[in-house]
């Protein structure tokens, strides 16, 4: 397959930024293994005063999307406190990358985990990645990868497919003899949203005013919505809302996608479904 | 920038002659030779001109020992499926671990089908142990299928003393042959091979064309059924161009052998021994035993896609067994096969060379391989 890469990752592969490791780092975060075929050791430096990272130093051994990861993570949490690069989101990785293929989604799940082991080692706390090491059935013997640890990802990721998680956490990407818990495990967690949906879904249908739905329709689109279309490197723009009417405009990979049919028709669904059933989208071209 | 082209085991450059060869049948010369008038009926000709070229590149007894068929997969599995089925009652296949998916695929394929298939493992240098293969035999084994030479290291097996063996059994003998056609003499006339595998595009052929040797007088039971096409072993209208181009391409091959043998393995040479004095880097597959154009190098602590990330960048086109470029997340099972230790099998990379390379080709790639390893050992963690 060739490679499909976007340009910055390219630039960050090829000129990787903050490439070392910072001498009596004031915290430092170990993760993956030759093993498994990409590592990332992280070392940052922290301004006690003002809990801000002053320095972050990455070296990694992995493919070009595992390297342009760590260099774009480095250069985003410098300058933050530490509970704004704690925000920092696989995600956020990957989008200021310009997007990753999916089966690199992986990458940045690395980049944001050896973050957080930093952080933790900083404050003297155990890392979730490391709490889940411990906490939880071994799910993918090939890679190491617990039962929390993919319980988490699913979450956090909105993962809906097998494929979706062993993209996100290689869990099932060796033998594949775990595809079938690991299908066990997202249908457990697919359950507990849907659920969590159904609880919140009277309260939603109290809605009375313009603003309720003008500010609800934004919070879908936001949380349920955006977050799903920058996996695939795209996006929308909210243009207008004018009673049931809601017009977008779809940009990134999604506009001019080939199933950008289906997309939105999604997007019209997920809005009726949890907004009011009589909404209609309008998408404006480009 | 000029293309530096060290890819040869996954395809070649259709040779120019091959091109010139299959040109007409595309425009002039497009009937059907199923047809009965002359202006299709004459093509048959050409296919059969083309079988002849083939059979007397494998060394065959006869031309109408070879099959026209789509690819090397296609004659692969029809191989594999032919046997079991003229071999009835029969329930074990041996094989190999390093076999190409177009076999290893069909075996647990067969394995779900309720045969019992034997995975011979190999030993550090890719190599077979032959006395394993013949306790492994008895008189239950219907197919024994092992490739001629190793797509990844380039290795070869001892195909036709192999077939011997499984003759001592009764039982059928199948080889991939499709990275050693053309590479190395093949002999099938003096052999005891039954069905052997080849793939036009591995020998200066287009893809979409291969072949198939059977045996003479082997049962055989079509794959594709459909119409009278190949004498009712393959249906399906004939990729004509394909088949002259192959035939073209086969006549062509059996006089390179000798190039190959001579001037592209002292190409391969050159550029594995320099590429070698690079520290932590080790050479997987056996050191002799092995196709003269391929080379699989590892580099150690550092991963194979970024390797050919940067060489690609170069211009130099290479293939890795690493995880990040085979579709799943662990490296090559060939490599793991060999117990390669995965701070090398990450960082493997082959080179293949063919009939076109050059002297500045390899210049090349040692002009920019010792930088780019010390520039992703820089960044590896584990560089210490």
Partial sequence: MAWDYTDLVKQHFFSPRNVGKIEAPDGAGQVGSIACGDALSLTIKVDGATDRITDAKFQTFGC???????????????????????????????????????????????????????????????????????????????????????????REDNLRTVEDVTNYTKAGGGCGSCTAQIEEILEDELGKKAAEEAAVQPARKRLRTNLERINLIQEVLDNEVRPILQKDSGDLDLVDIDGHRVTIRMVGHCSGCRAAGLTTGWIEDKLREIVDPNISLEVLEE | MRTVYLDNNATTQVAPEVVEAMMPFFTERYGNPSSMHDFGGSVGKVIEDAREKVAACLGAEQASEILFTSCGTESDNTAIRSALLSRKGRKRVLTTRVEHPAVLNVARQLEREGFDVTYLPVDRDGLLDLDLLREKMDAEVALVSVMAANN??????????????????????????????????????????????????????????????????????????????????????????????????????????CDERTRVRALRDRLEAELLKIPGTRLNGHKEQRLPGTSNVSFKNVEGEAILLMLNQEGICASSGSACTSGTLEPSHVLRAMGVPFNFAHGSVRFSLGRYNTDADVDRVLEVMPPLIARLREISPFRD
Avoid: W
């Fill in chain 2, 152 to 257: 990844e290291t380039g290795v070869i097996f001892p195909f036709e003393e192999i077939a011997r063996i499984a003759h001592e059994h009764d039982a059928l003998f199948h080889t991939d042959a499709v990275q050693a056609v053309g590479k190395i003499p093949i002999r099938l006339a003096d052999s005891d091979i039954d069905l052997l595998a080849l793939s036009g595009h591995k020998l200066n052929a287009p893809k979409g064309i291969g072949a198939l040797y059977i045996r003479r007088g082997q049962r055989f039971r079509p794959f594709l059924l459909g119409g009278h096409q190949e004498r009712g072993r393959r249906g399906g209208t004939e990729n004509v161009p394909g088949i002259a181009a192959l035939g073209k391409a086969a006549e062509i091959a059996a006089e390179h052998v």
């Fill in chain 1, 64 to 154: 070009g999307s595992a390297i342009a990861s760590s260099s774009m993570l480095t250069e985003m949490v410098k300058g933050k406190t530490l509970d704004e690069a704690l925000s920092i989101t696989n995600q956020d990785i990957a989008a200021a990358l310009g997007g990753l293929p999916a089966e690199k989604m992986h990458c940045s799940v690395m980049g944001r985990e050896a973050l957080e082991a930093a952080i933790n080692d900083y404050r003297g706390v155990k890392a979730k990645a490391e709490e889940e090491k411990d906490e939880g059935r071994i799910v993918c013997n090939c890679f190491g990868i617990a039962e929390g640890k993919i319980r988490r990802v699913i």
